[in-house]
């Protein structure tokens, strides 16, 4: 059982012939030397776990801070990425319109060439035709006098 300091003031040994009686002395002074023993190892475990408390206080202070850099260093990464990836994106989309520009322009170059062939191939065409036509209408007067002879 401890004994608090207000108690062991009040403490009143009784007195003996040459003193105080030996007996109730020693049975005091025991109580009071177990008591400093307990008081003594409680404040020793109280300063163990306050170092420990102290050492895992500085281990999280540490990690919060190492956790504190990673998501700084995590944002400025993900916001390189981001501008990365919209340039990137700006670039494939100029790739795009140029390639659909160089489409269109081929088409059209294309679309004049074939209008350009079909224009001088009814030409000829025509100008078949006009060559056949008189020639046809001569045989067809020849063949129609013999007849008519």
């Given amino acids: 059982m401890a004994l608090s300091p207000v108690e062991i003031r009040h403490i009143r040994l009784g007195r003996g012939l040459l003193g105080y009686r030996?007996?109730?002395?020693?049975?005091?002074?025991e109580e009071i030397a177990s008591s400093f023993e307990e008081v003594w190892r409680d404040?020793?475990?109280l300063a163990d776990k306050?170092?420990?408390?102290?050492?895992?206080l500085e281990r999280f202070r540490e990690?919060?801070?190492?956790?504190r850099t990673?998501?700084?260093?995590?944002?400025?990464?993900?916001?390189e990425l981001k501008t990365q990836a919209m340039r990137?994106?700006?670039?494939?989309?100029d790739e795009a319109r140029a390639e659909a520009r160089s489409v269109v322009r081929q088409a059209a170059a294309d679309n004049e060439r074939l209008e350009a062939d079909s224009a001088r191939?009814?030409?000829l065409l025509r100008a078949a035709l006009a060559?056949?036509?008189?020639?046809?209408?001569?045989?067809?007067?020849?063949?129609?006098?013999?007849?008519?002879?």
């Fill in 22 to 29: 030996r007996g109730p002395a020693d049975q005091m002074l």
């Fill in 43 to 45: 404040r020793a475990d």
């Fill in 50 to 56: 306050v170092e420990q408390l102290e050492s895992d």
């Fill in 63 to 67: 990690l919060e801070a190492l956790l």
């Fill in 70 to 79: 990673t998501l700084v260093s995590a944002e400025r990464t993900a916001a």
């Fill in 88 to 93: 990137e994106a700006e670039l494939i989309v």
């Fill in 121 to 123: 191939i009814r030409a």
């Fill in 131 to 149: 060559t056949i036509d008189p020639a046809d209408e001569d045989d067809e007067d020849e063949t129609a006098q013999p007849e008519a002879a």
